[in-house]
């Protein structure tokens, strides 16, 4: 199957810092990538959708002014946590999609972030 | 706005047992049905796909059914073994990918 990685896969910052957490597709073409966020015992929540070259769509209630996705490349998607909070603390999955295989995501390792 | 949810929430079971995990969806329009595992601190691993128009997918000592218009669908584990302690998420799609909250199990020895 595709093969999906996310660097770093463990971080933690000071509050009030900037974090970026990166998603690349190895093997196909992602033209669409999807950010979730995964609290304790929690389900996997949808945070935003990408697609290569625009700009991302966020779930309600997601701050697009705090969690910056950026997807320039059909490889390569960022998720900046900007300013972060103890509250972001948060283990951070992604997913990657591509056009021939809408109905089938692919996903990453996950990043643990941890905000002190 | 579709909703997954998986019973039980933990399950506790001793190694050679067959098990059965469920999830249930409430809008029956989807098209698949995906079974993950997930261990602590770690990302997904696909299992099973359903597509809509299929009953059933197997892989080794797993099955996975489906029953779209009742909006259910089962995980069976044949034979459980300690190394399939992990959770377990059920996800459908329609437009978005909808996960459940998992099933943890813990397989004893």
Redesign the interface.
């Known amino acids: 199957?595709a093969v999906v990685s996310?660097h770093p896969s463990r971080v933690i910052c000071k509050s009030g810092t900037s974090v970026k957490i990166e998603c690349r597709s190895l093997d196909f073409q992602a033209t669409t990538m999807?950010w979730y966020r995964q609290f304790p015992?929690?389900?996997?929540?949808?945070m935003a959708?990408s697609n290569e070259g625009s700009k991302a769509t966020y779930e309600q209630g997601v701050e697009k002014d705090k969690f910056l996705i950026n997807h320039a490349s059909l490889t390569l998607s960022t998720l900046t946590v900007t300013s972060a909070h103890p509250e972001d603390s948060s283990?951070y999955?992604c997913?990657a999609g591509s056009a021939g295989s809408f109905?089938?995501?692919?996903?990453?390792?996950?990043t643990?972030l941890t905000v002190t | 706005k579709q909703e997954v949810t998986q019973i039980p929430a933990a399950l506790s079971v001793p190694e050679g047992e067959n098990l059965v995990l469920n999830c249930s969806f409430t809008d029956s329009a989807i098209y698949n049905l995906q079974w993950f595992r997930q261990d602590p601190g770690k990302g997904l691993t696909s299992l099973l796909l359903i597509q809509s128009s299929q009953r059933e997918q197997t892989s080794g000592r797993l099955n996975a059914s489906l029953d779209k218009s009742s909006g259910r669908s089962t995980l069976y584990i044949a034979a459980s073994q300690p190394g399939d302690s992990a959770t377990y998420l059920c996800a459908v799609r329609d437009s978005t990918l909808t996960f459940g909250k998992g099933t943890m199990l813990l397989v004893s020895p």
């Open positions: 199957g996310q999807f015992k929690q389900s996997l929540m949808l959708t283990f999955i997913s109905y089938e995501q692919y996903f990453g390792p996950g643990r």
